[in-house]
């Protein structure tokens, strides 16, 4: 295996990383470009997905080239995905109708308020495990059918999207299907990102005629849905494509999921907190779909082939690392790593709370109409108490979601292992184990998400055996176990739900 390596595209929100392991899970080539953030319209947000796909190969080529590899070394390619960002393309020509609409995408609350009141919302949290929310696929997917006409223009005979995705003439996808499209031509997609669309029921595994009839979404427009690590493989690379080399796309899973994986979350109980744009929190619950009282997702964890379904009790947080740009955006930090040092330089918060609703509060509040609050300042609140609060909301958002796992598995929380960009702040994770009252335990490897979907890649071709190996790989950086300055933290979690309590339902007709 010396000259032999896993690749794993990781297509996230703000850009496209591609890395390359060997056979101890090490990282020996990696490439970053991100893509363009489109706002339309107040709340709205949007990719253009020929950037996505343009990034996909310029970074492969770069980390290929860095690295002095060439692409007949690579055994096997891993998708992984930002989840439920929804666009349509034309099946003949390839390209988009539209840009994707993104998840943190809020144009859909209306017809998620009109299924509250059609009391829908039942139906579908036992069919998906989902909450009826904007985030996920099927109200995008339903927009995009409505409005996404500019194919019209560039057809002799223009006919409506609906019909000709009725025809299988117009494909639907997440970006996972987007990116194993333009690798192999097939229209797949896995399981754990079926899940994440609002149209697929978990316990059948199959996309849901109801829900179909629903959203006015046609079957015929569906992707294929396969194991998360398929040894029948999605297909392989065109060896006279921009690769050059016939390689096998045997993985995909979710970014969240992915982590899952990439920790090593096997087992019943295992739990991962990944710190990106937002923060996912996933317990594995082995074989049993949890249904959660508290406002948590069930979710599928991953499927291997010839294996059953392994679920996952999730807690979605839309706004942590987000909220650090925010800062940034306001011109209260220059750089994340300044954040750190700025709440260490003050002993508290001086009562400041920041509830970071920027695009609505996900698990276990689910209030599209709640928005980004501060409250507790005064004329003595300065940029670093604010900071602080960042940094606080954070771990508090965590906390949220712990103690709503706990109560829907009955499994008390053990060490809790995190990745993802944030976590590279030593005072977050100490934070965090404190707030939690958990130990953090950050890994060696922290690109997580990557490492899963090459993990489910290289499984699927036999690069790895068994995910025995998998474990052996896994190596701890740093744990972080809760310390002295944890003093209070009851009385201040109970503030912060008061703080929450004032962010909900706040925005009105038109988004604000």
């Not at 290929?64 to 060439?70: E, F």
């Not at 036992?126 to 696929?137: H, P, Q, R």
């Not at 707030?435 to 899963?452: F, M, W, Y």
């Amino acid at each position: 295996m010396t000259d032999r390596y896993v690749g794993a595209i990781d297509q996230g929100t703000t850009g496209t990383r591609f890395m390359v392991f060997d056979h101890s899970g090490q990282v020996v080539a990696n490439a970053y470009e991100k893509h363009e953030q489109i706002y339309p319209e107040p709340g709205w947000v949007e990719h253009d997905p020929l950037e996505i796909w343009e990034n996909t190969q310029s970074v492969i080529q770069e980390a290929l080239s860095k690295a002095d590899l060439g692409p007949d070394q690579l055994a096997a390619l891993g998708v992984t995905n930002q989840r439920e960002t929804t666009l349509l393309w034309d099946a003949e020509s390839g390209r988009p109708v539209h840009n994707a609409i993104v998840w943190q995408d809020r144009r859909t609350t209306d017809r998620v308020e009109e299924l509250e009141a059609a009391d829908r919302v039942g139906t579908i949290r036992e069919k998906t495990g989902l909450e009826a929310d904007a985030y996920f696929s099927a109200t995008k997917a339903e927009w995009l059918l409505d409005n996404a006409d500019p194919i019209k223009l560039q057809r002799a005979r223009p006919q409506d999207i609906r019909d000709r995705a009725r025809e299988g003439e117009i494909l639907f996808g997440t970006i996972d299907t987007w990116i194993i499209y333009n690798l192999t031509g097939n229209h797949i997609t896995d399981v754990t990102n079926a899940s994440r669309t609002m149209l697929f029921n978990i316990h059948d595994m199959d996309w849901d005629d109801e829900l179909l009839a629903e959203f006015d979404v046609p079957r015929a427009s569906l992707p294929e849905v396969r194991p998360s690590s398929d040894d029948e493989y999605y297909g392989h690379t065109d060896p006279d494509g921009f690769l050059g080399a016939e390689v096998p796309v045997a993985g995909a899973l979710g970014d969240q999921q992915a982590a899952l994986f990439g920790q090593t979350c096997f087992d019943a109980g295992d739990a991962k907190n990944t710190y990106g744009t937002g923060s996912f929190f996933l317990m594995n619950t082995g074989n049993e779909a949890v249904e959660s009282e508290h406002g948590l997702l069930t979710t599928v964890g991953f499927q291997r082939s010839g294996e059953p379904v392994q679920y996952a009790l999730e807690g979605a947080i839309f706004i942590t690392g987000a909220a650090i740009e925010f800062l940034e955006d306001l011109e209260l930090i220059d750089d994340a790593a300044e954040t750190a040092e700025l709440a260490r330089s003050v002993d508290s918060t001086d009562g400041v709370y920041f509830v970071p609703a920027l695009t609505g509060l996900g698990a276990p509040h689910w209030d599209g109409r709640a928005r980004g609050t501060i409250v507790g300042m005064t004329r003595g609140t300065r940029k670093e108490h604010i900071v602080r609060a960042t940094l606080e909301s954070i771990a508090f958002q965590t906390r949220d979601v712990a103690e709503a796992m706990e109560a829907d598995s009955g499994i008390e929380l053990g060490d809790l292992r995190v990745d993802g960009g944030a976590v590279k702040n030593n005072f977050l994770c100490q934070l965090q184990a404190n707030i939690v009252g958990s130990t953090i335990v950050r890994p060696e490897v922290d690109e997580t998400t990557a490492l899963g979907s090459a993990y489910a890649a290289g499984l699927a071709v036999g690069y790895w055996e068994t995910v025995d190996e998998l474990r052996n790989n896994w190596q701890i950086d740093r744990e972080f176990e809760p310390d002295a300055s944890a003093r209070d933290v009851d009385g201040r979690y109970a503030r912060w739900g008061e703080a929450v309590e004032r962010s909900l339902d706040w925005a009105r007709d038109g988004g604000e």
